[in-house]
């Protein structure tokens, strides 16, 4: 997962991807749950972080997951590449 701010881009970390037709879980420092809301767009929220909330599109050759995410004060963009 590479985590992308305003003021740069933080050192590429692992994640877990769980993603089936309808739904999605991230998990890192936090977990993230969400469902689709159109053809590879989903919408996630956190339980672990309160107001965490994420949008995230799944690219045409479902090889890698990108959009942009928010946690209180802080936000930026996701790049997460499911081929590794």
Known sequence: MQTIYATGSEKPRKC???LDEKTIR????????GTLTSPRHYSLTSDDFPGGKAELELSEDRDTLFGTWS?????????????E
């Open 16 to 18: 877990i991807v769980r």
């Open 26 to 33: 991230i998990e890192y420092e936090y977990a993230y749950v």
């Open 71 to 83: 946690e209180g004060q802080s936000s930026g963009t996701w790049l997460i590449d499911l081929a």
